[in-house]
């Protein structure tokens, strides 16, 4: 039976997804008040508030996406079969 190599995995693990999501939310909301907080007395860096936010919210979403798959995919996969037993000679 073949390993699955790291670079041959198709999904990220659990943890990854959690800190895209993580990760995302922060961005998205620091990006949001930054927005507000300059939006009035600088136009470029309001705009650049705006465009944080909009790719943290992004990333915010495709994280919730990427957690909700791997819980699917928990949930569905049904139970994992335990390895075999390693050979234990007889009379021992």
Known sequence: M??????DQR???AKQAVVITVCGFA??????LGAISVFE???????IGIGVFVVGSLAFLFGLLLVGYLFARAMFRGPRTPP?????PKGQ
């Open 2 to 7: 073949a390993e699955t190599r790291p670079q």
């Open 11 to 13: 999904f990220p693990t």
């Open 27 to 32: 961005m998205a909301f620091f990006g949001c």
């Open 41 to 47: 007395r600088s136009d470029v860096l309001g705009y």
């Open 84 to 88: 075999p037993p390693p050979d234990v």
